[in-house]
Every structure is written in structure tokens, then in C-alpha cells.
């Protein structure tokens, strides 16, 4: 069986770990560290790509890991969201009625 290549990500405080799908299904696989850089992490959500996004709340930004394995800022002023997901439109929704339309 081919897995396709999906990055979970575990956000912890200090960093967040990236386990392909793979990984999951195969006991000796590591989590691999991707950044240590965040203040305090949460409220990941996936849109329909495999694109994982979560919030770093304290320092007001949303991140994107891509299923390429890049991480980079999604959006700078996040109005210090603590969750994110997406609705049945594909629409990131950040906090009450702030949506990104794709």
C-alpha cells in the first residue's frame, strides 16, 4: 500500500514535530523537529493539500508546513487566534467571522 506524503504536526510549547503518515504506521520512526522557535503553539488544522497551519498565539502569527516540508509565515497579524480550521468551503477561519477565502 502507498502512503501519500502527509505531514502530521505535533505542536508542542517549544517547537513543533513533523511525523509523515508513513511514520505512523511504522513503530520505529522518529519525529523529526522542525522549530523551536514558538512561544506557545495550538489549534492546528489541515486544509485539503496536506498544508498543516497552527497558531504561534502568543507572538500573533499563523504558520504553514507545507507538504513539502516548508515552513513559513501564513499571516503576521493573527488577532492573537488560538485555533484555526476550515470550513465545508475550504475557508480558514482564524477567529469569530475572520475567514480567508482561497
Known sequence: MKHRKLSIVFLMLLGA???SAQQLYDTTAR???ISKQFSF????????QGNVFFTDQPNNKIWEYSVDGKLSVFMEDAWHSNGTYFDAKGNLDLAPNQ????
Open 17 to 19: 514535530i513533523s511525523v
Open 31 to 33: 519525529p523529526k523537529l
Open 41 to 48: 503553539t495550538e489549534g492546528s488544522s489541515v486544509d485539503k
Open 99 to 102: 475567514k480567508i477565502n482561497w
